[in-house]
T-cell receptor
Framework: KAGVTQTPRYLIKTRGQQVTLSCSPI?????VSWYQQTPGQGLQFLFE???????NKGNFPGRFSGRQFSNSRSEMNVSTLELGDSALYLC?????????????FGEGSRLTVL | SQQGEEDPQALSIQEGENATMNCSYK?????LQWYRQNSGRGLVHLIL?????REKHSGRLRVTLDTSKKSSSLLITASRAADTASYFC???????????FGQGTRLTINP
């Protein structure tokens, strides 16, 4: 089985721009979660999608949004980029279920905001 | 704020020695998981221990969980250079429906 695929792997943007990151989960996995990783804050939960619905959301401003498509692929969007948005954005998928089981992570998208 | 706090933040040992990392958390949990991250890469799941379990083994890994103290430890025996990575504990707090990660322990194995 192919793993979780994230694109692009690296990108550079300037303040005020917007960015869209993509995540393709493992085949058969219906849940996709997004995390932001920075040296200062560590791994912070952004949101989780399951069957095209946002099931859970972290404490991030409305500039951070996401969606999931019928094939379980997910995208996240950050609008009006700020310097502090520079981070590694990690996507993780799981089969789903009520309790949180093992997450399978992609390699991440490293965003640099200048 | 982070649910889990890991100790130590960094650990450097010689190849062949054992490495122990600790994780403390604040609320009741369904399970606790450990992940490894090589520099700048994605996280890899190592082991999951449920709240009603006290100890679990997987190869050279041994995880303990003490729910009364809200703490867990990860022991890596007979360390290898390839074990050099950051290790994160992640808790599944009851009712939260999400994994909450600690800040991680950076482990360096010196050959």
């Amino acid at each position: 089985k192919a793993g979780v695929t994230q694109t692009p792997r690296y990108l550079i943007k300037t303040r005020g721009q917007q960015v869209t990151l993509s995540c393709s989960p493992i085949s058969g996995h219906r849940s996709v979660s997004w995390y932001q990783q920075t040296p200062g804050q560590g791994l912070q939960f952004l949101f989780e999608y399951f069957s095209e619905t946002q099931r859970n959301k972290g404490n991030f401003p409305g500039r951070f949004s996401g969606r999931q498509f019928s094939n379980s692929r997910s995208e996240m969007n950050v609008s009006t980029l700020e310097l502090g948005d520079s981070a590694l954005y990690l996507c993780a998928s799981k089969v789903s279920g009520r309790s949180t089981g093992e997450l399978f992570f992609g390699e991440g998208s490293r965003l640099t905001v200048l | 704020s982070q649910q889990g706090e890991e100790d130590p933040q960094a650990l450097s040992i010689q190849e062949g020695e054992n490495a122990t990392m600790n994780c403390s958390y604040k609320t009741s949990i369904n399970n606790l998981q450990w992940y490894r991250q090589n520099s700048g890469r994605g996280l890899v799941h190592l082991i999951l221990i449920r709240s009603n379990e006290r100890e679990k083994h997987s190869g050279r890994l041994r995880v303990t969980l003490d729910t009364s103290k809200k703490s867990s430890s990860l022991l890596i025996t007979a360390s290898r250079a390839a074990d050099t990575a950051s290790y994160f504990c992640a808790t599944d707090p009851q009712g939260a429906q999400k994994l909450v990660f600690g800040q991680g322990t950076r482990l360096t194995i010196n050959p």
